[in-house]
């Protein structure tokens, strides 16, 4: 007796139905479910990769977004070296001048941030550097500039003659915040020099009439630096470096964070609320000057942070570029581009990805290098980019 699922017989009494009382068989009720599970699993098989894709590429997009803004922060400093820098300081220099202490900051061969001070006995160098000092051989930059800090005060300024300062309604400096002056011409050789009074180098707002020199013709400019205390240096410090502290997990072994570390006037360090995260998962970070070393207005020589490496068609030899690299007078002069390399990867790691190549390289002109990316572990299961940024110092000269 064969089974089988019967239906009414309908077709005896009514003959519309006669041909449909046959049924299915259990063989054809197993074979359809069979094709119906097949086709579910394929169905919700599909529907978890895209799934799976559509949140990678999400947060692939959350991360990029991120990553502009962060980035945005690194050029506009890039652009603001030397703003708000006073080009000469009176004669016998600043008292109460105190810089960044000694610490140690990055991995690698651990730089020093005291090795890039400079004195009150000359006006700061508006860019410094060191080459292939931190993690995986990383370079390491210095900004000085009044509007590199992490404050309202930093980002205003105004101009001052003997009947007070300039006001500019909702941009004015409040009471108390700290400012210093300068006179943007003390002479025919002596521009940008920074007013001192009593000693001292800094000022509050709204300005006493004791610190102007009773130059009724000249417009002193003033320019915030901290909302609430004293400067130590008559400018403000980033220093951009990859660090290997708090790193996410999804990161690729042996990388890092690009952080910017913001000097702090009460402690003459870089206290950890001042290191600000600018991109995880940094595998290298390569700066390249590029330099006028004739002053014909054109490019010719590009270097490394410190000078020891360069190439160009001038003629200069690395010995001169360090000497340019250590003048504020000839760094205002010749620094007219800086191009900064960020290695880092996209995502997570990815099992069913193979990233093609055993190195790559970072930065141009002969003066980056080819990052050996086996030194990573599981290197090949992460998607590798390189982050290129061009600037120009607009506030040099």
């Keep these: 007796m064969s089974s089988r699922i019967l239906r009414p017989n309908f077709s005896s009494h009514y003959p519309r139905f006669q041909g449909m009382a046959k049924g299915f068989t259990l063989l054809e009720m197993i074979v359809s479910i069979g094709i119906l599970i097949v086709i579910i699993a394929v169905v919700f098989d599909s529907f978890g990769r895209l799934f799976t894709s559509a949140r990678r590429e999400t947060k692939i997009t959350e991360a990029q977004l991120e990553e502009l803004v962060n980035l945005e922060i690194l050029k506009m400093d890039l652009e603001s070296v030397g703003y ?58 210095v900004i000085k500039s009044v509007n590199v800090a992490r404050n309202e005060t930093c980002e205003k300024w105004t101009y001052v003659e003997e009947s007070g300062p300039h006001t500019w309604g909702a941009k004015d400096f409040g009471n108390n915040e700290r400012l210093i002056l300068i006179n943007p011409k003390a002479s025919d050789l002596d521009t940008k020099r920074l007013v001192v009074s009593g000693g001292s180098f800094w000022t ?3 300005i006493g009439g004791n610190w102007l020199p009773g130059q ?69 970070f390569q700066v390249i000057l590029g330099l006028d070393m004739n002053e014909d207005g054109r490019v010719g020589t590009h270097s490394n ?93």
């Design 84 to 141: 708000g820098l006073p080009w000469s300081y009176p004669q016998g220099g600043l008292s109460g001048y105190q810089e960044a202490n000694s610490a140690n900051v990055c991995g690698g061969s651990e730089v020093d941030p005291s090795d890039f001070n400079d004195s009150g006995a000359q006006p700061p160098v508006a860019l410094r550097g060191a080459n292939d000092q931190c993690v995986n051989a990383s370079d390491y930059l």
């Design 204 to 206: 509050t707002y709204p």
């Design 216 to 284: 009724p013709q000249i417009r002193y400019i003033a320019y915030g630096i901290d909302p609430d205390t004293n400067p130590s240096v008559p400018f403000n410090r980033a220093d951009y470096y990859i660090s290997t502290t708090n790193v996410p997990t999804d990161c690729a072994p042996g990388t890092g964070v690009l952080r910017k570390a913001i000097f702090s006037h009460n402690t003459h360090g870089f206290p950890f609320g001042n290191r600000l995260p600018i991109l995880d998962c940094v595998a290298d």
């Design 305 to 397: 942070p410190d000078g020891t490496s360069i190439e160009g068609s001038e003629g200069f030899e690395a010995s001169d570029v360090q000497t340019t690299l250590g003048s504020p007078e000839l760094l205002r002069k010749r620094l007219k581009e800086i191009r900064v390399y960020i290695l880092t990867h996209e995502g997570k790691r990815d099992l069913k990805f193979s990233y093609p190549d055993d190195t790559i390289t970072v930065g141009e002109f002969g003066v980056g290098k080819n990052f050996d990316l086996t030194s990573i572990d599981n290197y090949k299961n992460y998607r590798w980019k390189v982050v290129s940024i061009t600037a120009k110092p607009r506030n040099l000269e």
